[in-house]
């Protein structure tokens, strides 16, 4: 069983930047993939940026490429999601979900936990 809490969201300006984290108890963290996705009212989830089990491995949504960073401390047990340059598009609440694999994935029916998200609002 994996728990996963998130903070860091708030307001910010257009070309700001956030930081994003993501907490996670139990003891099968280190051994799992973990996702960022995101959801804006009226929208699907959406996949945002994703990273490996050994930290090896990154892949991002095109359309976050260059502008977002994941990255874990496996020794915290926590995800990061850093956010460079947001734009109003952005705005939505961000969810941090695990998945029992190392391996990652861009789908969100592969992710077995998923935290309760962080609200995100950029304003033009």
């Known amino acids: 069983q994996v728990q996963l809490v998130e903070s860091g969201g708030g307001l910010v300006q257009a070309g700001g930047s956030l930081r994003l984290s993501c907490a996670a108890s139990g003891r099968t963290f280190s051994s799992s993939a973990m996702g960022w996705f995101r959801q804006a009212p009226g929208k699907e989830r959406e996949f945002v940026a994703a990273i490996s089990q050994s930290d090896s491995s990154t892949y991002y949504a095109d359309s976050v490429k260059g502008r977002f960073t994941i990255s874990r401390d496996n020794a915290k047990n926590t995800v990061y999601l850093q956010m460079n340059s947001l734009k109003p598009e952005d705005t939505a609440v961000y969810h941090c979900?695990?998945?029992?694999?190392?391996?990652?994935?861009?789908?969100?029916?592969?992710?077995?936990?998923w935290g309760q998200g962080t609200q995100v609002i950029v304003s033009s």
């Open positions: 979900a695990a998945r029992v694999s190392a391996l990652v994935s861009v789908s969100p029916v592969a992710y077995n936990y």
